[in-house]
């Protein structure tokens, strides 16, 4: 495996359930992210994790709960969602040596139904 | 804070040149990106400017005006499969480091 990957693709789910989304990624970075894209608006951050430390939480509700084991594995905990968090969810990862560190390699997103 | 702005939507035709362009602010200014997104995938990296100036990297360019918070990216020779969402995003410094995301603008080629 190479890059950003992310496990489940596709999830549906209802408001009841507990599920987790999970991203491994391979390039050595140090710094990991978790985004909501919903149809047509732009990119959210939720979460930012450096060195498996959470560094930024964008004021997401609880219902989301994220963990990061190490640097290379990130999840998203996800219990009593609501239909309007139905979105395509992207992980991506960033850091390295040189210019432009702050590149993020994004995953193949997992897309969201909440029923 | 930072801000980015887009143009929603431009549409150009296949062969031609099309220059989408993004104005921000932002400060601790520390670098501009341009992501390339088809429908229902993920965002793919372009480009990065840091310095003032144009970035070639074959059929795609990129633009960065420190002093106008402007940038644009430039496509030459339009194929079909440039159809997508362009994302520009900055990077500055707000208490930390942080990249924010501007909505995208869609390009529609044509025929």
């Known amino acids: 495996e190479t890059g950003v990957t992310q496990t489940p693709r596709h999830l549906v789910m209802g408001m009841t359930n507990k599920k987790s989304l999970k991203c491994e990624q391979h390039?050595?970075?140090?710094?990991m992210y978790w985004y909501k894209q919903s149809a047509k608006k732009p990119l959210e951050l939720m979460f930012v994790?450096?060195?498996?430390?959470?560094?930024e939480n964008n004021s997401v509700p609880s219902r989301f709960s994220p963990e990061c084991p190490n640097s290379s594995h990130l999840f998203l905990h996800l219990h009593t969602l609501q239909p309007e968090d139905s979105a395509l969810y992207l992980c991506?990862?960033?850091?390295?040596?040189?210019?432009?560190?702050?590149?993020?390699?994004f995953g193949p997103g997992t897309r969201l139904l909440v029923l | 804070g930072q801000n980015i702005d887009q143009p929603t939507e431009m549409t150009a035709t296949e062969g031609a040149i099309v220059q989408i362009n993004c104005t921000y602010q932002?400060?601790?200014?520390?670098?501009l990106f341009w992501y390339q997104q088809h429908a229902g995938e993920a965002p793919t990296f372009l480009s990065y400017?840091?310095?003032?100036g144009l970035e070639e990297k074959g059929r795609f360019s990129s633009f960065l005006s420190r002093s106008k918070g402007y940038s644009y990216l430039l496509l030459k020779e339009l194929q079909m499969k440039d159809s997508a969402s362009y994302l520009c995003?900055?990077?500055?410094?707000?208490?930390?480091?942080?990249?924010?995301f501007g909505a995208g603008t869609r390009l529609f080629v044509k025929a």
């Open positions: 991506a990862s960033s850091g390295g040596s040189g210019r432009g560190q702050e590149t993020q390699y």
């Open positions: 995003a900055v990077s500055g410094h707000t208490g930390g480091f942080k990249t924010i």
């Open positions: 390039l050595g970075h140090n710094a």
């Open positions: 932002t400060s601790g200014f520390n670098g």
């Open positions: 994790y450096n060195f498996k430390e959470q560094t």
């Open positions: 400017n840091v310095l003032d």
